[in-house]
Nanobody, 125 residues
Framework: QVQLAESGGGLVQAGGSLRLSCTAS????????MGWFRQAPGKEREFVAG????????YYADSVKGRFVISRDDAKSTVYLQMSSLKPEDAADYYCAADDRANFPTSRIYEYDYWGQGTQVTVSS
């Protein structure tokens, strides 16, 4: 089993930046691809960014491309999401997810095996 814990959410003004972290514990050696998802009130959970084991392949949703950067530090069992130029529409609960089967990230929610509890991001206009 893998446990994921997100941190770094908060309130930021539009145009500002935040860095989210997701630290894994437990059987972290089984973690392969990692992803960030978000869910705004009344909306479905959506893919934000994904990163392969080792960090060689990265994939972003079009809505965040050029503004968000995903990275990982496997020595620390941590994945990051650096968010810049935040917009009010980026406000949501952000979740990290781990896939213990595939090395390459996917946007498909059902492919991920482990999920964190989420961290809230609020963007004021």
């Amino acid at each position: 089993q893998v446990q994921l814990a997100e941190s770094g959410g908060g309130l930021v003004q539009a145009g500002g930046s935040l860095r989210l972290s997701c630290t894994a514990s437990g059987r972290t050696s089984s973690m392969r691809a990692m992803g960030w998802f978000r869910q705004a009130p009344g909306k479905e959970r959506e893919f934000v960014a994904g990163i392969s084991r080792g960090g060689g392949s990265i994939y972003y949703a079009d809505s965040v491309k050029g503004r968000f950067v995903i990275s990982r530090d496997d020595a620390k069992s941590t994945v990051y999401l650096q968010m810049s130029s935040l917009k009010p529409e980026d406000a949501a609960d952000y979740y990290c997810a781990a896939d213990d089967r595939a090395n390459f990230p996917t946007s498909r929610i059902y492919e991920y095996d482990y999920w964190g509890q989420g961290t809230q991001v609020t963007v004021s206009s």
